[in-house]
Antibody, heavy 122, light 108 residues
C-alpha cells in the first residue's frame, strides 16, 4: 500500500532553516509528482509547490519563491522541502502529498503524509 | 493566481440532511481541474472528488461534485455522523495550484 512517512516535529528560531522529509513506499517513486501543502494553526490549506520525482522539475507558490526548495532522492524514494529565513508565520503543519495520476502536472493529491509540525519561535 | 471562494463559511445541519457546498473561482478553471477534500481535526486532508465530478477510490456515492468554468458544487446527499468536517476545494489546472478557505459542516 502507498505510504508517505514524514520526519518529526521541529522547533526553529526566526531566521533559521528547516528541511522536512517525506519517505515514500508502495509505488514507483519516479512515476508521480509530490506536492507540499502547509496549514497554520486553526487555518486553511496553503499549496506551497510541486516537484516531479521523475526529473526534479519544480513549481513553487509565488509567495514562497526564493525561500523554498524542493528536492528528491530517488535512491531512497524520499522527497524534501527546505524553507529558509523562517518567520513566526511559517509555524504550521507541513504535508507532502502524492499526485493521483502519473501523467502530467495537472493532478490532485491523493496520498498524504501524516504531517510535520514546524514551530518557529524565539 | 486563481482565487477560490467557498460558501458558506459554516453549514449547520443534522444527520440525514443534504449539504450543498459552493466553490467559485476568480477565473475559469482549466479542464475542470477542481478537487474537493475533507479534513477532520488532527488528520491530513482526504481526496473526495477530482476533475470536478469524479469520486476518488473508496468515496461513498453520497458525495457528488458538479460544475465547470468558475462555479463548482459539492453535494452530500444524506449526512452521516462521520461527514461533519471541513471541506476544501482546490484548483490544479493552473501552474500554481490554490485552495479555497474551506467550509465547515457542523452538527446543528
Amino acid at each position: 500500500q502507498v505510504q508517505l512517512v514524514q520526519s518529526g516535529a521541529e522547533v526553529k528560531k526566526p531566521g533559521a532553516s528547516v528541511k522536512v522529509s517525506c519517505k515514500a513506499s508502495g509505488y514507483t517513486f519516479t512515476s508521480y509528482g509530490i506536492s507540499w501543502v502547509r496549514q497554520a494553526p486553526g487555518q486553511g490549506l496553503e499549496w506551497m509547490g510541486w516537484i516531479s520525482a521523475y526529473n526534479g522539475n519544480t513549481n513553487y507558490a509565488q509567495k514562497l519563491q526564493g525561500r523554498v526548495t524542493m528536492t528528491t532522492d530517488t535512491s531512497t524514494s524520499t522527497a524534501y522541502m527546505e524553507l529558509r529565513s523562517l518567520r513566526s508565520d511559517d509555524t504550521a503543519v507541513y504535508y507532502c502529498a502524492r499526485d493521483l495520476g502519473s501523467s502530467g502536472y495537472y493532478q490532485p493529491g491523493v496520498y498524504w503524509g501524516q504531517g510535520t509540525l514546524v514551530t518557529v519561535s524565539s | 493566481e486563481i482565487v477560490l471562494t467557498q460558501s458558506p463559511g459554516t453549514l449547520s445541519l443534522s444527520p440525514g440532511e443534504r449539504a450543498t457546498l459552493s466553490c467559485r473561482a476568480s477565473q475559469s478553471v482549466s479542464s475542470s481541474y477542481l478537487a474537493w477534500y475533507q479534513q477532520k481535526p488532527g488528520q491530513a486532508p482526504r481526496l473526495l472528488i477530482y476533475g470536478a465530478s469524479s469520486r476518488a477510490t473508496g468515496i461513498p456515492d453520497r458525495f457528488s461534485g458538479s460544475g465547470s468554468g468558475t462555479d463548482f458544487t459539492l453535494t452530500i446527499s444524506r449526512l452521516e455522523p462521520e461527514d461533519f468536517a471541513v471541506y476544501y476545494c482546490q484548483q490544479y489546472g493552473s501552474s500554481r495550484r490554490t485552495f479555497g478557505p474551506g467550509t465547515k459542516v457542523d452538527i446543528k
